[in-house]
């Protein structure tokens, strides 16, 4: 059993959990979208466990650092980046997809659970949908798994600290620090996703493109001076 809140959840062959344990540091501007779903269903007539995890982040190098997989069985097999769609902020269908086909999902919400805050220069916007997963994910060796009707789960997070930035920046427009905190700021404003700052455009479009070159460039220039 499993008692949150005073109310006890009877568990049993069927259940499962997740633990979403992780640690980041994000730009001042930040958002993601997160989709994962977990349980039993049938691959090649038989039931196992099975499940898989999406997400587009602040990573700035998609490619070789996203948190996108599929597990199988005490298995796991790396899924490509992906993008998540939806016609406005709140629409209850999401589509995520990738480049490769390796990934064709549509998420049919049935509930939401909204937690914002606003506190002092802190502007937080959290949406936790519930509902159903429908198409399909392909592992490295290109087999697919239908996931039609499987229960998900997702998050659409924002959070801001535009009064610090701003505040920041001017402060320090007449120090050595200048242009260490405008090209931070810059990072993070084009690092906000399409519906936020009014325009389309995705992390290999914008001034956080994942250019070893540039992010060099951008982390000597955050490098605090010698003394």
Known sequence: TITVNGET???NANSVAIIDDHKG??????????????GKCEIDGEMKYFAFNLTRNQSIDQ????????????????????????????????????????VDIRFEIENTFYMPIHLLVVDTYYALPFGKIYGYVKDVNGKKYVVDGMLGIGEDKSASI???????????????????????????????????RGRRSTLTNSKCTPSSERNSRIAERLRPPSV
């Open 9 to 11: 959840l009877r568990t």
């Open 162 to 196: 535009l009064a610090v930035l701003r505040a920041l920046k001017y402060s320090l427009s007449s120090s050595p620090y200048r242009t260490r905190c405008e090209a931070y700021t810059n990072c993070a404003i084009h690092s906000l996703p399409p519906h936020t």
């Open 25 to 38: 540091y994000y730009p001042y501007c930040a958002h993601y979208d997160w989709l994962t779903t977990m």
């Open 63 to 102: 490619d070789n650092y996203n948190e996108n997989l599929i597990w199988l069985e005490g298995e796991s097999s790396p899924l490509p980046p992906v993008v998540f769609e939806r016609e406005k902020r709140k629409s209850r269908t999401w589509r995520i997809r990738d480049e490769h086909g390796c």
